[in-house]
């Protein structure tokens, strides 16, 4: 069984700085995208950033303030969030695309969420 674990969220203050984590464990054969997504109180989720081998995709209202990084060796993925502000509020999830190895498809995978509140 496949597992996606974050960690890392919490309350700042605007212009602060917060650090998550996720952590994929099980049967994991191999993993192709990683990413993190958010989802306001009212709002559909959106990807805030993902990254794929060597290569990053960032949401406009991030970009410059984020960054996603991703250690292949220990199945984890980071999201290093500066200079955060009010509307950056929501829960992160931690998603992937992963081949157990039970399969040769890959599925989708999601975190169980983590909260980032952002408030003075």
């Known amino acids: 069984q496949v597992r996606l674990v974050e960690s890392g969220g919490g309350l700042v203050q605007p212009g602060g700085s917060l650090r998550l984590s996720c952590a994929a464990s099980?049967?994991?054969?191999?993993?192709?995208?990683m990413g993190w997504y958010r989802q306001a109180p009212g709002k559909e989720r959106e990807l805030v950033a993902t990254?794929?081998?060597?290569?990053?995709n960032y949401a406009d209202s991030v970009k410059g303030r984020f960054t996603i990084s991703r250690d292949n060796a220990e199945n984890t993925v980071a999201l290093q969030m500066n200079s955060l502000k009010p509307e950056d509020t929501a829960v992160y999830y931690c998603?992937?695309?992963?081949?157990?190895?039970?399969?040769?498809?890959?599925?989708?995978?999601w975190g169980q969420g983590t909260q980032v509140t952002v408030s003075s």
């Open positions: 998603h992937a695309k992963i081949r157990p190895f039970s399969s040769t498809y890959l599925y989708q995978y």
């Open positions: 990254v794929a081998s060597s290569s990053t």
């Open positions: 099980g049967s994991i054969a191999s993993i192709n995208d």
